[in-house]
């Protein structure tokens, strides 16, 4: 696959500057108007079938070549996060406060190059669905494109994503069968005492020593309610109590984020936690109340498909530069929401380390941080490989 890596890299320019316009102008979830546009546009310029506004400001393009019957979704996520640039580049954020942390910028514009060549070289037979997706960062753009009939309005047999992912070495494709990415719930524990003078607590129920308590019990929900062989994350964030050191409050709040990578385990930790706030708390002398608040699903990437993809990155780069099974994260990714609907598969693209330049090893969510622009003549390679194999004439090469 020489030469579409050739082919692909040698107009990487063009959308190596697509990619920075649109880290110059970054836009949070539901808010991505100017990115849909120019989605849009060029989409319709390639001669795309064009359907703008799903769940918001959600874009797909559509292209259907022959008689084929199948038909092939392929992701990417659009928005941008509320943090404050610090990564140096000339093509750094103009916006106060707003900047693409996560290479949402990147995955955008690599999939615009696959659409470009795909729309005039490529081939293939049935019908080829592009999902520029809003919202990933939290805002579940994923499930509002769905409420708005996005499988109904374009059905698909199969849907691929992919994330760039710091400390890999650029280029380098990391596939995973099973749960790949972990479930993220958020709890908020209110605790209601009665306040005092801190010089006379028998005179008050005091939240703050409960909250203490609790916090320290919470530690033993995945330590002894799971599975030593399953992986879970409780972590407490916040504890807010009182503003004077001689003043019993009457409140305490704590926030939790929960993770799990087994839906039977993300069941068990919601359960467990809600049974040993009430204790705990009553134990004490103070009431409790529990807001659960349920985030991301599991991510599953399902057997047959990511099978599929893992083929498709060794024929396109070698097995040398594929991992063929990657760890699973603890991270959360609402394609996992897709994935529930459709089989799938979501895959990562090394975004480099910290050897030799460093470019691109600065990990995602953090000031400092910027798309590997090395990776758009790759990960467009991919995808245009992908579809033209899921989508060949014959199916012979496709996973069902």
Known sequence: MTYLLHALQARAGEFISLRRDIHRHPELAFEEHRTAALVADKLEGWGYS????????????????GQGTRRLGLRADMDALPITEAS???????????????????????????????????????????????????????????????????????????HNMPGIEQGRF??????????????????TGFGGHGAM??????????????????????????????????????????????????????ELSVRALDREVRATIERRVKALVTAQAESFGVAAQVD????????????????????VAVELVGEAKVTLQGPPLTGSEDF????????GSYLLIGNGTDEGAGV?????????????????????????????????????????
């Open 174 to 191: 990391v596939l995973r069968e099973g749960a790949a990415m972990a479930s993220s719930d958020y709890a908020t524990i209110t605790l």
């Open 50 to 65: 064009v359907e703008r506004g799903i769940g918001g400001t959600g874009v797909v393009g559509t292209l259907v070549r």
């Open 336 to 343: 996992a929401f897709m994935l529930e609907r459709v089989p």
């Open 360 to 400: 691109g090893s600065c990990m995602v969510h953090n000031p400092g941080y910027d798309f590997n622009d090395a990776n758009i003549g790759i990960g467009s390679a991919f995808w245009v490989l992908l579809a033209e194999r899921f989508l060949a004439a014959n199916g012979a090469a496709a996973t069902r």
């Open 201 to 254: 607590p028998h005179h008050a129920a005091d939240p703050v020593v409960a909250a203490a308590s609790i916090v320290m019990a919470l530690q033993t929900v995945v330590s002894r309610n799971i599975d030593p062989l399953h992986a879970a994350v409780l972590t407490v964030g916040a504890l807010h109590a009182g503003k004077a050191n001689n003043v019993i409050p009457a409140s305490a709040t704590l």
């Open 88 to 162: 140096g580049a000339a093509w750094a954020s103009e916006r106060a406060g707003v900047m693409h942390a996560c290479g949402h910028d990147g995955h955008t514009a690599m999939l615009l190059a696959a659409a470009r060549h795909l729309a005039e070289q490529g081939s293939f037979d049935g019908t080829l669905h592009l999902i520029f997706q809003p919202a990933e960062e939290g805002g579940g753009g994923a499930l509002r494109m769905m409420a708005d009939g996005l499988f109904e309005r374009f059905p698909c047999d199969a849907v691929f994503a992919m």
């Open 292 to 311: 659960w608040r349920p985030g991301y699903a599991v991510l599953v990437n399902a057997p047959a498909e990511t099978a599929f993809a893992r083929a």
